[in-house]
């Protein structure tokens, strides 16, 4: 017998929990509207994990509440405030996680968080769930998605995964990079043929935030291009829902 579990995820640059231009700190009403939307997992990026006047309680964890239970969090950018990275916020069981450094220069410090999630629903499969922030330059990123690409590939092909963030790609490259060497495929790609624009999130034309899957069927995707996100942050955030099959 087969069973179908869907999974409902959100992808989202909170920009420190500042609005487009920094006009206004917002992270409260990312918490309520993160939390309407019924989500099983939240990728964030650009997430203060301490600053001393925004964020003395790390925001991922502000963010979390009572509402997911398990999170991580990947340190990328240190200065003298404080330091932001991506985190992973999650209803299931973040088994073991880890933060791969794959900064090309002392001016952006990015990195990868790697996820590896477990939950007697998911019948002995385990869902790695990577969440990133890419360079602004197409010379680091083409470095980086060689170091994404190794990482990947040594996740083994039976086990379902999900790829998203702010990949920063202005020339759109990374999908035939990942499609036709990793066999992932692009939610949005995949259901309407173009990416989805998501930046600036007041007048959005750039394509830059994206999610991806392996291993899972793409049932439904949300640009959150609607108030009031377009005033919540300087990209707008994407969520699909995922299904696969689980064998009892």
């Avoid at 019924?38 to 990026?45: A, M």
């Avoid at 301490?50 to 950018?77: C, M, S």
């Avoid at 990947?152 to 990942?178: A, H, M, R, Y």
Wanted: charged fraction near 25%; glycine fraction near 8%.
């Amino acid at each position: 017998m087969t069973k179908k579990k869907t999974i409902k995820i959100l992808s989202l640059n909170i920009h420190k929990g500042f609005s487009l231009f920094n006009r206004k700190y917002t992270l409260d009403q990312i918490k309520t509207s993160i939390r309407d939307l019924g989500l099983d997992i939240v990728c964030l990026q650009e997430v203060m994990g301490e600053h001393t006047k925004h964020a003395r309680v790390p925001q991922f964890e502000y963010l979390a509440d009572k509402i997911w239970n398990h999170h991580a969090y990947g340190k990328n950018a240190i200065y003298t405030q404080g330091h932001h990275g991506n985190a992973i916020l999650s209803h299931y069981k973040i088994a073991s996680h880890e933060n791969i450094d794959i900064s090309t220069n002392r001016f952006e410090r990015r990195g990868i968080l790697h996820g590896i999630l477990e939950d007697p629903s998911f019948h002995h499969t385990r869902l790695h769930v990577l969440t990133l922030h890419l360079d602004l330059l197409g010379w680091g990123r083409n470095r980086q998605l060689k170091r994404l690409c190794s990482r990947i590939e040594q996740i083994p092909k039976n086990e379902p995964l999900i790829l998203c963030g702010d990949f920063n790609d202005w020339g759109e490259v990374s999908t035939e990079i990942l499609e036709q060497g990793l066999g992932l495929q692009e939610v949005f790609m995949h259901l309407t043929g173009r990416h989805a624009a998501t930046f600036p999130a007041a007048f959005p034309f750039l394509k830059l935030d994206r999610i991806y899957v392996r291993g899972l069927e793409i049932k439904n995707i949300s640009c959150l291009s609607q108030t009031p996100w377009r005033e919540l942050s300087d990209h707008l955030g994407l969520t699909a829902e995922l299904g696969f099959n689980e064998k009892n």
